[in-house]
């Protein structure tokens, strides 16, 4: 009875701290590919209609590409692409086919019928994908199919509601059929997740701007900006990410001084505040069975996640009580190691 009572009055304190930290802290809007917190008046995405068939892009419309019939090429790829056959919902530009098995019909097209964007869009034919989607490569078969429930139930959502796309990846979850799911999971796992982020601690940036579904893009015309207590992620080949969806080229994440090692610390010990990471995640953070491998994923994935979950927007019965009493600086800190890792 005692220890129940304790057990109790211990859950009880955990959840007050959480919402205190809830009330108090200031999200990482950069992590959501905003550089300010949300206003009244902000335009945000209403969520995608669940009844309407085609359903129409729920990510923000984007200026569509010049349709200048100019084709381009990438470092090392035999064929080339227009930007406009580079962005093609139903069919991207798959650059280097030789860095992946052939991709099955939902990942390559999608379900135009359904409204339904290639996988391969927002993640790449090679699953590395960008940093305001997400990587999807070398996850397990079964990690993926959770996740792809749990967007469909509600159960994984954004904490930002501006970040549109995380809505159109839960409405592609709730149309996808059983055979599309489990051919787009087991595709996916069986790549391997490739070194991706490059992670540089620094005192200033490049001024950034976001494009319409929040990515960074470096402004060289612009000074430098201070980066304060903030990870600013962007390509390493800017136009390449952004206008032709490369997917060799990866990203870089600008980190305060000193956060690899703090956060080094922390993902080793907990800090009094958490487990260690490797527990469960592996000692290398490559992930074991079931539990997705982090090291090398883009740092503002991995704030989102940790931010999403913390605030029970993501729910994770596991993961809330190891994000309740982290702050938004020991997320920036786990990142920076975080994304440093080899994969
Ligand atoms: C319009 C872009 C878009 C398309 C198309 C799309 N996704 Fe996503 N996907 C996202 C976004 C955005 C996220 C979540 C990022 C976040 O939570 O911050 C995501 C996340 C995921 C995750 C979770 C990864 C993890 O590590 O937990 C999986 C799995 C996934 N997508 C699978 C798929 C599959 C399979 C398809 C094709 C059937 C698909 N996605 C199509 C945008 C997209
Ligand atoms: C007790 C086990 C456990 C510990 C300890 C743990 N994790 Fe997790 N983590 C999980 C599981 C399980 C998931 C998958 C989400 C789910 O099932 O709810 C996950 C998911 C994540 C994700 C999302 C990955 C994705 O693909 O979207 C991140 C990021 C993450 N954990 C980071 C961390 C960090 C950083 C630490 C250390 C501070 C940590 N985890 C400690 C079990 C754990």
Redesign the pocket.
């Known amino acids: 009875m005692k220890t129940l009572a304790i057990l109790v009055l211990g859950a009880l304190l955990l959840v007050f701290q959480q919402q205190l930290s809830r009330d108090q802290q200031a999200a990482p809007d950069w992590a959501y590919g905003y550089q300010r917190a949300l206003r009244p008046g902000d335009v945000i995405a209403p969520p995608c209609p669940e009844t309407a068939r085609p359903f129409p892009d729920c990510a923000y419309a984007a200026t569509l590409p010049p349709r200048d019939g100019i084709k381009h090429t990438l470092p090392g790829a035999a064929a080339s692409f227009t930007r406009v056959e580079a962005y093609y919902d139903f069919g991207p530009a798959d650059w280097y086919p030789e860095d992946h098995p052939p991709m099955p019909d939902i990942v390559a097209h999608g379900r135009e019928s359904a409204g339904i964007r290639a996988c391969a869009l927002c993640h790449f034919p090679n699953g590395q994908g960008k940093m305001e989607n ?1 990587g999807v490569a070398g ?1 397990s078969a079964s990690y993926i199919l ?1 996740q792809i429930e749990a967007f469909k139930s509600g159960a994984r959502r954004s904490a930002d509601p501006r970040k549109a796309n995380v809505k159109e990846m839960a409405q592609v979850a709730r149309l996808l059929t059983d055979e599309e799911k489990h051919a787009a999971a087991e595709y996916f796992a069986s790549l391997r997740w490739r070194p991706w982020v490059k992670v540089v601690e620094t005192d200033t940036v490049p001024a950034v701007r976001a494009t319409t579904n929040g990515l960074f893009m470096p402004l060289t015309d612009r000074p430098p900006m201070a980066l304060g207590a903030r990870i600013i992620e962007v390509p390493q080949r800017p136009r390449d990410t952004d206008e032709l969806r490369d997917p060799r080229a990866g990203f870089l994440a600008y980190v305060p001084r000193g956060s690899i090692a703090k956060g080094a610390a ?2 080793a010990t ?1 800090g009094g505040k ?4 490797g ?3 592996g000692a290398d953070l490559r992930g074991v069975g079931d ?2 491998g ?1 090291a090398g994923r883009t740092a503002s994935y ?1 704030v989102r ?2 931010w999403d979950m913390k605030q029970g927007a993501r729910q ?4 809330a009580p ?1 994000t309740a009493r982290l702050e938004v600086s020991d997320l920036i800190n ?1 990142a920076a190691f ?1 994304a440093s890792r080899e994969p």
Do not use: A, E, Y
């Open positions: 997400g996850l959770q922390l993902v907990g958490t487990l260690p990471c527990t469960c995640h539990i997705p982090i991995l996640q940790l994770s019965p596991v993961m190891v786990l975080v």
